[in-house]
């Protein structure tokens, strides 16, 4: 019997019932604010960190908190609240990347595509490492037990979340208009007990 410890989860969900029309207005709101190009990126990213924190974005904010508080339950995490600590969009155009990171001070992150730019998002299997002969390849690179990296291809309107410490990046993108609308999720409220208690 095969027992698969410690997994990583991904969670990825198709938001249908938000409207092409609303799509635009996302899309026509990112490209409206402020940006910056971020170091040892090929790509930007908004100034404002709190992008769902925007009326335009209410109903998304609300898919992300409850697809949040999903992810948190079906892991047995369900004795805290969540909260959005920051939000954000990308914008990768041809030729452009974004080179593999994590996001720290976060426990859940995520994010939402407005755009049909089939760039994917690359992760990175945490414990690769830990193998330590080298030479040896694996026969069977279908194995999702021993996949180097996980490619994901978003479809307009995904959501997708991952955890935070995860190490990911987007590929270098074959044309213009990749919009991701990202976020990082942590608890809400007081977590711990006496001598670790913390208040977010």
Not at 115 to 123: A, C, D, G, L
Request: hydrophobic letters at 35%; proline letters at 6%.
């Amino acid at each position: 019997m095969f027992i698969d410890l410690f997994p990583t989860v991904l969670y990825q969900e198709n938001l249908i019932d938000i409207s092409d029309e609303e799509l635009q207005q996302y899309i026509k709101q990112v490209y409206d604010e402020e940006s910056i190009e971020e170091p040892n990126n090929k790509g930007t990213t908004t100034i404002n960190q709190k992008l769902l924190d925007l009326p335009l974005f209410f109903k998304l904010k609300k898919h992300v908190l409850y697809y949040s508080h999903n992810y948190f339950t079906e892991l047995g995490y369900s004795d805290f609240d969540i909260q959005i600590s920051c939000s954000w969009a990308n914008i990768v155009n041809t030729n452009h990347s974004i080179q593999k990171h994590y996001h720290t001070n976060s426990f859940l992150s995520g994010c939402f595509y407005p755009t049909s730019n089939p760039s994917p998002i690359m992760f990175t299997n945490p414990i690769d490492d830990k193998w330590i002969f080298e030479d040896i390849k694996n026969s069977f690179p279908n194995k999702h037990r021993t996949w180097g990296s996980f490619k994901y291809v978003p479809k307009v309107k995904d959501i997708l979340l991952f955890p935070s410490w995860l190490l990911h990046e987007v590929i270098e993108s074959k044309q213009d208009g990749r919009i991701t609308i990202a976020f990082n999720i942590i608890p809400k409220g007081e977590i711990g007990t006496l001598a670790n208690k913390i208040n977010f």
